[in-house]
């Protein structure tokens, strides 16, 4: 029931829970877990982990990678899943940069 979901693949029921107790919608995402395909809190989820470095992003802020000059979208990868495509993503990143 608690498969990866939503923007950042939300997975496990304790980060269900702990993720919309941290965007102010208590339990409702342990009981309702499609809630999180819905794009709006779908991006709730992303944005508070990204600033937060809670839910999915396993205690790291994007702010520890990309920042003022600092920039390293490799290391950056972290936050969610390892270092799974790493490299690629930054190729991605890299490319939406210079756009």
């Given at each position: 029931v608690y498969y990866g979901r939503g923007y950042v693949q939300l997975t496990w029921w304790s980060n269900y829970a702990s993720a919309g107790v941290a965007i102010g919608r208590g339990l409702d995402l342990l009981f309702e877990p499609q809630l999180v395909r819905e794009p709006e809190v779908a991006f709730e989820i992303l944005a508070h982990g990204?600033?937060?470095g809670g839910?999915?992003?396993n205690g790291r802020k994007l702010a520890d990678y990309i920042s003022?000059?600092?920039c390293d979208y490799v290391?950056?990868?972290?936050?969610?899943n390892g270092?799974?495509?790493a490299e690629d993503i930054a190729k991605v990143?890299?490319?939406?940069?210079a756009i």
């Open positions: 990204m600033l937060t839910s999915f992003a003022g000059k600092k290391k950056a990868r972290r936050m969610v270092s799974d495509h990143a890299r490319r939406f940069e």
